[in-house]
Every structure is written in structure tokens, then in C-alpha cells.
Nanobody, 127 residues
Framework: QVQLVESGGGLVQAGGSLRLSCATSGRTFSSYSMGWFRQAPGKEREFVAAIIRSGGITYYADSVKGRFTVSRDNAKNTVYLQMNSLKPEDTAVYYC????????????????????WGQGTQVTVSS
């Protein structure tokens, strides 16, 4: 098993930036594909970004493409989400997630394909 702990959330004005971190412990971090999801009040959890085990390929939701960047440092057992040009509609609780499953195609985008989750970190963007 792997344990996930997010940090870096907070309150920021529109146009600002935040960097989320997700520190992991437990089994070998490089065994896991990693994802970021978010959930706004009254809405379903939605895919934000994902990164393969080696870090060489990334995936993004259309709503964040060009503004967010996912990366990982396998030596530090940590995955990051750099969020730039933030908008009020980015306000949500952000979760990191991990999976050992074989991921391909649309599997990246669905929360049910990730087996381990952090507790979430709140991001609030004011207008």
C-alpha cells in the first residue's frame, strides 16, 4: 500500500499561482501512476492531470491544459501540480491519487481506476 498526503493549497487571487505537492510513503513510488482530481461543492470529482510512472508522459483535462503542469520526483517520492493563471472556477478540494493498474486510453480520466487517495487540500481562487 501507499499513503498520500497533499499540501500547498490555500487562498489565491485570480491570475495567481499555487504549487500542490503530494508526498507518498509505503511501497515503491515509481510503481505507481499518479493522478490529480478535484471536487467542487455540489459537483462530482473530476480529473485534472495524470503522469505515468517514469514521468515521461502527462495527461490533462481540457479545462487546465496550458495552465497546470504535473510532474514527479521519484527520488523524493512526490508528485506536484503547478497551477498558474488560476481562475475562480478552479476552486475545489484537490486530491492526489495512485494506481498500480495498467493505465491506457480513457482509463486515466476516471477516479474508479485509482486505488489510493490522499485526504485533499483546499484551493480557493477569489475573483
Amino acid at each position: 500500500q501507499v499513503q498520500l498526503v497533499e499540501s500547498g493549497g490555500g487562498l489565491v487571487q485570480a491570475g495567481g499561482s499555487l504549487r500542490l505537492s503530494c508526498a507518498t510513503s509505503g511501497r515503491t513510488f515509481s510503481s505507481y501512476s499518479m493522478g490529480w482530481f478535484r471536487q467542487a461543492p455540489g459537483k462530482e470529482r473530476e480529473f485534472v492531470a495524470a503522469i505515468i510512472r517514469s514521468g515521461g508522459i502527462t495527461y490533462y483535462a481540457d479545462s487546465v491544459k496550458g495552465r497546470f503542469t504535473v510532474s514527479r520526483d521519484n527520488a523524493k517520492n512526490t508528485v506536484y501540480l503547478q497551477m498558474n493563471s488560476l481562475k475562480p472556477e478552479d476552486t475545489a478540494v484537490y486530491y492526489c491519487a495512485a494506481t498500480e493498474r495498467r493505465m491506457y486510453g480513457s482509463r486515466w480520466y476516471f477516479a474508479r481506476n485509482y486505488d489510493y487517495w490522499g485526504q485533499g487540500t483546499q484551493v480557493t481562487v477569489s475573483s
